[in-house]
């Protein structure tokens, strides 16, 4: 299938690369080499979970009760479908169609704000029941599980869940920017792979939220 | 991968593999969901928290390997752009080796050294440990505490 570029504007090839395909294969390689720095930041993280998760399983499993899982399994089916939707942007954009390409990268923002509005319900009724881990913890806190994993457990919730909120809101940015760019006829936008960049981080968020719900909601009582 | 009459080789993805993905996606959702919160599943509790917690980090990887192959086009890359995902899978790997190595640490018993617990929340755990064993949670003031954690 071919591989169109934006209408007035043919992807220019570098004095460096010796063709179009080992130009775009190299700004691939270069998100991919990312990412792979990005797995690495979050999966610090992850083991550190993992470490006390295997010390605490009983605490966890009971603390994991708190969070909302339906708000939780909402967020899931969102950021799924927003990356759905990415998918299908990048194939728009290397098939031509510019307008369809945008449509899609909205639905992707809209799907993404709404990932951070049901965030932040979720966080104001955790620091709203005394759950934010600061030194006022242990007064509020009237659960069966230890205040001390207690403690542990919502900072984690709170770094992991966080960290991965301040990706989403990147992502926004990023995708808002896209757009105007697009929109605006860019030269920067020769064809479709700025889109997919953007959609490769995109994806990565998706996964780290794949694995961050099972881990925090939907952990089985021991 | 495709080659075009430019001579363009990326590999497009079909729009049909992208719903069917979709829908996987969809379905491991809520068999996660269900296997962890609907009695249909309760079945499950008999593998013990080892293995109804790997079911859910099983789906967990099922999902994310649709999402890598499909929706991030890794099946149709290049060779190098594979190289760089299968080194952050192995950088990840040598990671989780870190941790098990932590995790399976002891205290080393040396002399004129005193265990007191090498960290804030170990002793926190020691002395919840020791707590438990006597009947009673060392709560901090204002804390409520429940009929059945103790009082005996």
Not at chain 1, 105 to 131: H, M, N, Q
Not at chain 1, 190 to 216: M, N, Q, R, S
Not at chain 2, 86 to 103: E, K, N, P, T
Request: hydrophobic share 45%; aromatic share 16%; charged share 15%.
């Amino acid at each position: 299938m071919a591989i169109q570029a934006h209408e007035s504007n043919e992807p220019e090839v570098y004095f460096q690369y010796e063709d179009i395909d080992q130009q775009q294969d190299t700004y691939l390689i270069g998100m991919w080499a990312f990412l792979a720095q990005e797995l690495l930041f979050f999966g610090a993280i992850f083991f550190i979970y993992f470490l006390y998760r295997i010390n605490y399983l009983h605490d966890f499993a009971q603390l994991s009760g708190h969070l909302n899982w339906q708000l939780g399994g909402l967020n899931t089916a969102i950021l799924l479908a927003s990356s759905y939707f990415v998918a299908r942007a990048v194939h728009r954009g290397q098939t031509g169609e510019m307008k369809k390409q945008v449509n899609w990268l909205w639905a992707t923002v809209a799907c993404a704000v709404g990932f951070l509005v049901i965030k932040f319900f979720e966080y104001k009724d955790k620091i709203g029941s005394g759950l934010f881990p600061n030194e006022h913890f242990a007064q509020h806190y009237h659960y069966e599980a230890n205040p001390e994993v207690a403690r542990l457990f919502y900072s984690l919730y709170f770094v992991m869940t966080g960290l991965h909120g301040i990706h989403v809101l990147v992502g926004i940015i990023i995708f808002v920017v896209l757009i105007r760019l697009i929109k605006k006829r860019s030269s920067l936008i020769t064809d479709y792979i700025p889109t997919e960049l953007c959609g490769l981080y995109w994806h990565f968020v998706d996964l780290v939220w794949i694995f961050l719900y099972p881990l925090f909601y939907l952990i089985p009582a021991p | 991968m495709s080659e075009n009459e430019k001579g363009h080789s990326h590999h497009i993805t079909p729009v049909s593999k992208l719903n069917w993905t979709f829908f996987y996606l969809g379905c491991l959702m809520f068999l996660t969901i269900a296997s962890a919160r609907f009695e249909v599943f309760e079945f499950l509790n008999a593998l013990g928290p080892w293995g109804t917690n790997s079911i859910a980090m099983a789906i967990a990887v099922a999902k994310a390997t649709f999402v890598v192959l499909t929706f991030m086009g890794l099946r149709g890359a290049s060779r190098m752009s594979k190289y760089m995902a299968a080194i952050g899978v192995f950088a990840f790997a040598l990671l989780g080796m870190a941790m098990f190595d932590y995790s399976y640490r002891q205290n080393e018993p040396v002399a004129g050294w005193e265990y007191k617990g090498t960290t804030s929340m170990q002793r926190n755990n020691d002395r919840n440990r020791a707590d438990d064993r006597n009947g009673s949670w060392s709560r901090p003031p204002g804390v409520v505490k429940k009929e059945e954690d103790g009082g005996h």
